[in-house]
């Protein structure tokens, strides 16, 4: 098993989305998280037809975070402290893209 990826939440109501994900190390430096989410990104807006999709990274994860930032996602702002991580409270970056932005870019 190479990693997860996956939506941690369906906001039906408000047709958003958040996707989570992880990679094992031997897997990572080779784009497989970027063209998956890419997969779940699609698959969120032409199927489940969402019309938000977020991605939510720890502030000092800058491998996690450059997969939206390569993605064309904007980044909306910042959660503090909003995840208790290992021993500490981390701030989450919240990163988003829309569906009409998603189709310009495809
Ligand atoms: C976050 C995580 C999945 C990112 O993994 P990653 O390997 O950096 O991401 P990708 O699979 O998209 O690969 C991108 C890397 O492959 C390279 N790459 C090679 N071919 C590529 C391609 N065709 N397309 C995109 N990137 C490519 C990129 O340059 C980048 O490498 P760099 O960071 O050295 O520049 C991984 O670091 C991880 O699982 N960390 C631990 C758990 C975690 O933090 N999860 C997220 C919680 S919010």
């Known amino acids: 098993?190479?990693?997860?990826?996956?939506y941690?939440?369906?906001?039906?109501e408000n047709r958003t989305t958040e996707i989570g994900?992880?990679?094992a190390a031997e897997f990572q430096g080779r784009g497989l998280m970027t063209a998956a989410c890419r997969k779940l990104i699609d698959y969120a807006f032409d199927e489940l037809k969402m019309n938000r999709v977020e991605i939510r990274c720890?502030?000092?994860n800058a491998r996690?975070?450059?997969?939206?930032e390569r993605l064309g996602f904007q980044q909306?702002?910042?959660l503090r402290q909003a995840?208790?991580?290992?021993?500490?409270?981390?701030d989450l970056v919240i990163y988003s893209m829309l569906a009409?932005?998603?189709?310009?870019?495809?």
């Open 1 to 6: 098993m190479a990693g997860q990826i996956g």
């Open 8 to 12: 941690n939440r369906l906001d039906w």
């Open 21 to 23: 994900y992880w990679l």
């Open 58 to 60: 720890a502030a000092a």
């Open 64 to 68: 996690s975070r450059a997969v939206p």
């Open 76 to 78: 909306d702002g910042i």
């Open 83 to 90: 995840e208790w991580l290992h021993d500490t409270f981390v």
């Open 100 to 106: 009409e932005e998603w189709q310009r870019l495809r």
